[in-house]
């Protein structure tokens, strides 16, 4: 067989001497470079865009091309051109957030490793990486019962990669904003990489305001990415006081390569800022790069993810055909039959409502009813709202005259059951038992935000012995209450109470909940002896007023009260037992200040909703001190920290601005405030603001005014409990492969300032944690203690498990555990064979010289020569060809991974290097 010929000509040029990825969100950047964030925002919604405009609405979308030349573009634009106003965007925003928070915790649980972030010329690794998450995400999604939240995450982790390839290598420099788009498709063989004994950059000025435009060694086509320090990739060290090449650094505040090691300087095109990034002139140019290949990713027509698994998983993916839960958990013990009579024909009221409102959502109807502590007797499922009325109508009665203890164990199924953004209506006479399910239940619902509602139709008891006396009896009822009380605020729900005689009134209140919803005006506790004026802030965007008053009258009472409007004029409200309604339903009540006086002696809960197109997220930040940045907590915050919240208001060019957040109590006492700062540009709609958190439960609220003027006022029902424990999964060493255990390392704080013992405990929800699940730590105050629990997998690859190590003060009342959660997936362990064969070079011919002399930088241009040499490999094979230098550079046709032995005299026959 004839041997293959290198054939190399090169002609030297002349050297000119000269000087982490993209930011993960806005929250760290109030300005108009591109995030991770906006990144991946605007590639889905071109995505969308491009997928509404294929199946235009009839009567309500836009017309051709309109969508996708939106200016300015956000999730409530679009839908607001593509569906007319009818729909709300949140849950697609809310979608996402989720991939954008994956995206981010890259930056946090694999800082240190180069391949995640493309950095050190760990281009090969990165693409082992993005091929193995993309197959994974692809075979969760054609699934039956496709997880999408594990999904989202395993998205949220290929595209921060990815959009990493266009900041941290020189693909711009070398192809501007084009796709990359043999990266992650497997079979796709990649560009080759320059090989370590190649310089890839020229040392540059390391000054505030000094850019490295021309800092690149010319590389053909080779591949080369920067050296970041803390990394596992190890630059290879240069003293810059002698020499003027070496690998490229990537550069920044945070990189000590870029002033230790030749070459100095870097290539990042993180942001537009020359102090940060020293490409920072293509950091457009690559943004708009990692946008299309994140658009490349959805919707490609051959290897896009919504052509691979299809326009309605797709959808549901991005939670735009959403999946939904309505949930009922019913105790039917101790009801008599006119009573269940009556409740289950409040249920089929909710039930008509939500399928009446069904547009593209398929919603799913999930009843629960009688289970003894820690299991469940009854489970109906169904997407037939007809089919499910008519098993709530067949569901048997028990009425007997004891009581068994209420199962929570049947709520937490209930909300692991249901779809993210459900809600859960929970009708029960009973006591709680195993209440130590509770903890769990309120990260469930947090995680999954779900809407816990409590009807408790008055308190049956099993008693015997000393239970019988009075007091223990008020003393369990009194704990109950709370447990339910708690569980419903954690979620932002409600808790309703009435005595058997008031089944009736309950069931107005269950119709009432399902008609109303919105957003949240003012939510507050009014105790029973105040006697006061409320002001209700009515603003110009709403719709479809709601005013409910629980109280405590029982059934010989009623709240007594008035209500007028900004004219001083009464408006009647209507009551039934004690629930006051007022639903100003169908137009759009006088703006301005509302007043609703309380003139009776019972205990208020006042919730005040509307239908408006003014609404807002809150999320609570810290800064990472390992790059400076501000990521998203996980877990509930730290009593007594000095806190930044990020309030996002995604209709904002609609109202006059948004001036204030309010921290409050259950009553509505103010606890915390803090002006707030509106970001520019993409981040307009973003606010941020800092205060030092209270050691109590608090409510958010966010105080502005509308167009005209009269004030706007927004509450997050959700209440949020801070603790006085600090704790956080560290950094996975692994993945989770087949029948193979992963280590859950943990830090636990104890932020207060006595000495406190805190247990520690892990829960996952596919049974992989192993024994013992518990652990206890006695610290001093602003001490710290780590551990670590395992994991060990299934056989199955896709399965992803969401773990949650949980820690708590021993001895303490209540349920707010400090908590912080991970979504790992199970892989397989694929081992790859590593060639440390050094490939044989003979050179053949020569003409002309190169020596040292020749190769100064300021006299190499006056010098040429060529060669030819013939290059052999017995390890795996030739994998790629490629020179160090320019000029014209040629060589003969090989086959990737020919070895010397498949012919070749002497065994010197075959071209290339590794």
């Known amino acids: 067989m004839p041997s293959k010929i290198l054939t190399i000509l090169c002609f030297v040029f002349l050297c000119v001497v000269c000087v982490?990825?993209?930011?993960?969100?806005?929250?760290?950047?109030?300005?108009?470079?591109?995030?991770?964030?906006?990144?991946?925002?605007?590639?889905?919604?071109?995505?969308?865009?491009?997928?509404?405009?294929?199946?235009?609405?009839?009567?309500?979308?836009?017309?051709?091309?309109?969508?996708?030349?939106?200016k300015e573009i956000t999730t409530k634009a679009l839908f607001d051109a593509y569906k007319g106003g009818t729909v709300s965007e949140k849950r697609f925003q809310e979608a996402i957030d989720d991939i954008v928070k994956a995206n981010n915790r890259v930056d946090q649980d694999h800082y240190s490793e180069a391949a995640w972030h493309v950095n050190g010329e760990a281009i090969k690794e990165a693409n082992d990486k993005i091929t193995s998450l993309r197959a994974t995400a692809i075979f969760i999604l054609n699934q039956t019962m496709p997880d999408y939240r594990a999904a989202r995450g395993l998205i949220g982790q290929f595209l921060h990669i990815v959009q990493m390839f266009y900041s941290n290598t020189n693909w711009p420099e070398l192809s501007g904003s084009a796709v990359y788009d043999s990266l992650g498709i497997p079979?796709?063989?990649?560009?080759?990489?320059?090989?370590?004994?190649?310089?890839?950059?020229?040392?540059?000025?390391?000054?505030?305001?000094?850019?490295?435009?021309?800092?690149?060694?010319?590389?053909?086509?080779?591949?080369?990415?920067?050296?970041?320090?803390?990394?596992?990739?190890?630059?290879?060290?240069?003293?810059?006081?002698?020499?003027?090449?070496?690998?490229?650094?990537?550069?920044?505040?945070?990189?000590t390569y870029s002033t230790t090691s030749a070459a100095t300087g870097g290539i990042n095109?993180?942001?537009?800022?020359?102090?940060?990034?020293?490409?920072?002139?293509?950091?457009?140019?690559?943004?708009?790069?990692?946008?299309?290949?994140?658009?490349?990713?959805?919707?490609?027509?051959?290897?896009?993810?919504?052509?691979?698994?299809?326009?309605?998983?797709?959808?549901?993916?991005?939670?735009?055909?959403?999946d939904n839960s309505i949930v009922f958990v019913i105790d039917s013990?101790?009801?008599?039959?006119?009573?269940?009579?009556?409740?289950?024909?409040?249920?089929?009221?909710?039930?008509?409502?939500?399928?009446?409102?069904?547009?593209?959502?398929?919603?799913?109807?999930?009843?629960?009813?009688?289970g003894e502590p820690g299991s469940v007797q009854s489970v109906y499922r169904s997407r037939n709202s007809v089919e499910a009325r008519h098993y709530?109508?067949?569901?048997?009665?028990?009425?007997?005259?004891?009581?068994?203890?209420?199962?929570?164990?049947?709520?937490?199924?209930?909300?692991?059951?249901?779809?993210?953004?459900?809600?859960?209506?929970?009708?029960t006479n009973a006591p709680p038992a195993d209440t130590d399910r509770a903890n769990d239940i309120i990260r469930i619902v947090t995680e999954k935000r779900i809407s816990l509602e409590f009807y408790l139709t008055g308190y049956c008891e099993r008693r015997t012995g000393r239970e019988m006396r009075h007091g223990e009896t008020r003393r369990r009822r009194s704990a109950g209450m709370d447990l339910y009380s708690g569980l419903a605020t954690a979620s932002g729900g409600s808790t309703y109470v009435t005595d058997k005689g008031g089944v009736a009134k309950m069931a107005d209140i269950i119709k009432e909940s399902a008609t109303t919803s919105g957003t949240t005006i003012l939510k507050m506790a009014?105790?029973?002896?105040?006697?006061?004026?409320?002001?209700?802030?009515?603003?110009?965007?709403?719709?479809?007023?709601?005013?409910?008053?629980?109280?405590?009258?029982?059934?010989?009472?009623e709240p007594v009260n008035t209500l007028s409007d900004p004219h001083k004029t009464s408006v009647a409200m209507t009551t039934s037992g004690n629930v006051t309604l007022k639903d100003l339903g169908g137009g759009s009540p006088l703006p301005g200040l509302w007043h609703l006086t309380k003139k009776d002696s019972y205990?208020?809960?006042?919730?005040?909703?509307?239908?408006?197109?003014?609404?807002?997220?809150?999320?609570?930040?810290?800064?990472?001190?390992?790059?400076?940045?501000?990521?998203?907590?996980?877990?509930?915050?730290?009593?007594?920290?000095?806190?930044?919240?990020?309030?996002?208001?995604?209709?904002?060019?609609?109202?006059?601005?948004?001036?204030?957040?309010?921290?409050?109590?259950?009553?509505?006492?103010?606890?915390e405030s803090s002006s707030l700062t509106q970001g520019r540009g993409r981040a307009s709609s973003i606010f941020k603001g800092t205060f030092t958190l209270p050691t109590k439960a608090f409510q958010v609220t966010i105080r502005g005014t509308d167009e005209p003027g009269n004030m706007l006022q927004r509450l997050e029902p959700t209440k949020i409990t801070p603790i006085a424990v600090k704790l956080k999964i560290g950094t996975l060493t692994g993945s989770l492969y087949i029948n193979e255990d992963l280590k859950i390392p943990y830090t636990v704080t104890n932020t207060g300032d006595s000495k406190t013992t805190i247990a520690v405990d892990i829960t996952d929800d596919q049974g992989f944690a192993v024994s013992p699940l518990k652990k206890s730590f006695t610290l001093e105050g602003n001490s710290s203690a780590?551990?670590?629990?395992?994991?060990?997998?299934?056989?199955?690859?896709?399965?992803?498990?969401?773990?949650?190590?949980?820690?708590?003060?021993?001895?303490?009342?209540?349920?707010?555990?400090?908590?912080?959660?991970?979504?790992?997936?199970?892989?397989?362990?694929?081992?790859?064979?590593?060639?440390?064969?050094?490939?044989?070079?003979?050179?053949?011919?020569?003409?002309?010289?190169?020596?040292?002399?020749?190769?100064?930088?300021?006299?190499?241009?006056?010098?040429?020569?060529?060669?030819?040499?013939?290059?052999?490999?017995?390890?795996?094979?030739?994998?790629?060809?490629?020179?160090?230098?320019s000029g014209s550079f040629t060589y003969d046709n090989f086959t990737m991974g020919h070895t010397i032995d498949k012919g070749g005299q002497d065994g010197q026959n075959r071209v290339g290097n590794n």
């Open 526 to 557: 009014v105790d029973a002896a105040v006697k006061k004026t409320i002001d209700v802030p009515i603003d110009n965007t709403i719709r479809e007023l709601t005013i409910k008053i629980i109280s405590n009258a029982g059934t010989t009472g």
């Open 20 to 70: 982490l990825g993209f930011l993960p969100n806005r929250f760290s950047l109030l300005s108009s470079d591109f995030t991770h964030q906006d990144i991946t925002e605007a590639a889905i919604l071109r995505a969308v865009a491009e997928m509404f405009e294929e199946a235009p609405l009839w009567r309500k979308s836009s017309g051709p091309g309109t969508l996708i030349t939106m």
């Open 333 to 370: 013990s101790g009801f008599s039959k006119k009573d269940m009579t009556t409740l289950k024909a409040a249920a089929a009221v909710i039930m008509e409502e939500a399928s009446s409102q069904i547009t593209n959502d398929q919603t799913e109807y999930i009843i629960m009813a009688d």
């Open 269 to 322: 095109k993180d942001s537009s800022d020359p102090n940060t990034s020293p490409h920072y002139y293509l950091h457009h140019q690559a943004a708009e790069g990692a946008i299309r290949h994140t658009k490349f990713f959805l919707d490609d027509p051959v290897y896009g993810l919504r052509h691979l698994v299809g326009d309605d998983k797709f959808q549901k993916l991005l939670l735009i055909k959403a």
């Open 603 to 671: 205990h208020w809960d006042l919730e005040v909703t509307a239908q408006s197109t003014i609404d807002f997220s809150t999320k609570f930040v810290q800064t990472n001190p390992l790059n400076g940045f501000q990521y998203e907590i996980t877990g509930r915050p730290i009593a007594g920290d000095k806190a930044t919240v990020i309030i996002t208001v995604p209709s904002i060019d609609k109202i006059g601005g948004i001036a204030k957040v309010i921290l409050t109590d259950s009553k509505g006492a103010e606890l």
């Open 187 to 255: 079979g796709k063989q990649l560009m080759a990489v320059a090989p370590s004994s190649i310089d890839t950059c020229k040392s540059c000025r390391v000054s505030p305001g000094i850019n490295c435009s021309d800092n690149m060694i010319d590389l053909g086509s080779l591949l080369t990415s920067g050296y970041r320090s803390g990394q596992d990739r190890i630059k290879p060290f240069k003293d810059p006081r002698t020499h003027q090449t070496g690998k490229c650094s990537h550069g920044g505040p945070h990189d």
């Open 392 to 427: 709530m109508d067949a569901l048997p009665v028990n009425e007997g005259t004891a009581c068994q203890q209420f199962s929570l164990h049947n709520v937490e199924a209930a909300a692991n059951l249901a779809y993210p953004g459900s809600k859960i209506y929970v009708l």
């Open 786 to 885: 780590t551990g670590s629990f395992t994991l060990h997998a299934g056989s199955t690859v896709g399965v992803t498990t969401t773990v949650t190590v949980s820690a708590q003060p021993s001895g303490v009342s209540g349920h707010s555990p400090q908590f912080d959660t991970r979504r790992i997936t199970v892989e397989e362990h694929i081992v790859r064979k590593v060639d440390n064969t050094t490939p044989e070079c003979n050179v053949t011919s020569m003409t002309g010289s190169c020596s040292v002399a020749q190769m100064d930088p300021c006299s190499c241009h006056i010098h040429t020569w060529s060669g030819t040499a013939v290059f052999g490999d017995v390890g795996f094979g030739l994998f790629q060809i490629s020179s160090g230098t």
